[in-house]
Structure formats: structure tokens, C-alpha cells
């Protein structure tokens, strides 16, 4: 290997690193691997790559959730990212610095709020709807439909706009009727 591929190496390890300590919750593999396709920071063979050595040499904390990896980084991740983070080019940071409020709105969205069905008998679907906030849960919304296409789009519908539907069902439920 040439010392310019190990500089790649070592640069797309600490972009790893910058990422997942910049978004400063736990990530999900699926998430942070979106995040990487999407900016063209690496391909996905060796961030997968990279991803797995970070937490074999403990730089980062991988933990199961849900059936769900989870990606924090260590206090020996900070510290190395510390003393290292000029490595990383210029770009690359702003890049990650002026999208981070957006990547980190995303992924809290993704992980707080969820929306699933299960078949309960041949025409019965259970719709569970749910928006938790730091652990707390706002809402949990359990619907009963008659068909997989009716469960399927409300499960849709809810991921992509539980705010409002929560606020709408507030509204609803305080509206004086008498």
C-alpha cells in the first residue's frame, strides 16, 4: 500500500468519526450508511469496512437495539478525532458542519417516531402509531382496518407526517363540542 492510500484510509476513518460525534445520539447503521451514499464520502464496501475496524479498535460502540445497530463513539473515538480532526479536509467538514441540524432532525425522526401493522385475523389489521421525545412517549395510537393496503398507508402517512397528525388529534380532542 502507498502512503496515499493509507492517508485515504486513515481520512475516511476520522470522517466516520467527525460524523457520528457531530450528530452526538446514536445512529443507526442505516442511517449513518444513507448519510455516507448520499454525500459520495466513500463506497459502501469500505465504509462498511471501516465501520466494523472502528469498533474492533474501540473507537466506536456498537449496540443492538430493536433488532437495529446503533453506532456511538468512545471516549478513545474523541480523543483520537481530537488530535487528528485536521486530517479531515476542509470541505468535508463544512459540509458535515452546515448540513449537521438536518442530518440530526432526521435521524431523530426516524428514530422517535415509528408506525407498524400486524395481521390479526384474515381482515383485521392492527395499526400501532407511536412519536416519543428523549425516551418519553407522546403518543401511542393503535387503529384496528379492514384491509393490508388501509394499514400500509396509514403507516406511510404517519412516518411522514406524525407532527401534524399528533397536533390535528390534540386539536380534535380539545375542540369544545357542546
Request: glycine share 2%; with cysteine.
Amino acid at each position: 500500500m502507498s502512503l496515499g492510500t493509507n492517508k485515504e484510509l486513515a481520512q475516511n476513518k476520522l470522517i466516520l468519526l467527525y460524523i457520528i460525534n457531530a450528530v452526538n445520539m446514536p445512529v443507526s447503521n442505516l442511517q449513518i450508511t444513507k448519510l455516507i451514499l448520499e454525500n459520495k464520502f466513500m463506497n459502501y464496501f469500505l465504509f462498511q469496512q471501516f465501520l466494523n475496524e472502528l469498533c474492533d479498535n474501540a473507537y466506536l460502540l456498537s449496540e443492538t437495539s430493536n433488532g437495529k445497530v446503533f453506532y456511538t463513539i468512545t471516549s478513545s473515538g474523541k480523543q483520537t478525532l481530537e488530535y487528528f480532526t485536521s486530517h479531515i479536509p476542509v470541505e468535508i467538514k463544512n459540509k458535515i458542519d452546515s448540513n449537521i441540524l438536518s442530518i440530526k432532525t432526521n435521524i431523530r425522526n426516524e428514530t422517535y417516531i415509528k408506525a407498524d401493522y400486524t395481521l390479526k385475523s384474515e381482515n383485521e389489521f392492527i395499526v400501532s402509531c407511536q412519536v416519543r421525545e428523549d425516551n418519553f412517549s407522546l403518543i401511542d395510537l393503535n387503529i384496528t382496518v379492514g384491509s393490508k393496503s388501509d394499514a400500509r398507508t396509514i403507516c406511510d402517512n404517519w412516518k411522514k407526517h406524525a407532527q401534524s397528525i399528533y397536533s390535528e388529534i390534540i386539536e380534535s380532542l380539545l375542540k369544545n363540542r357542546e
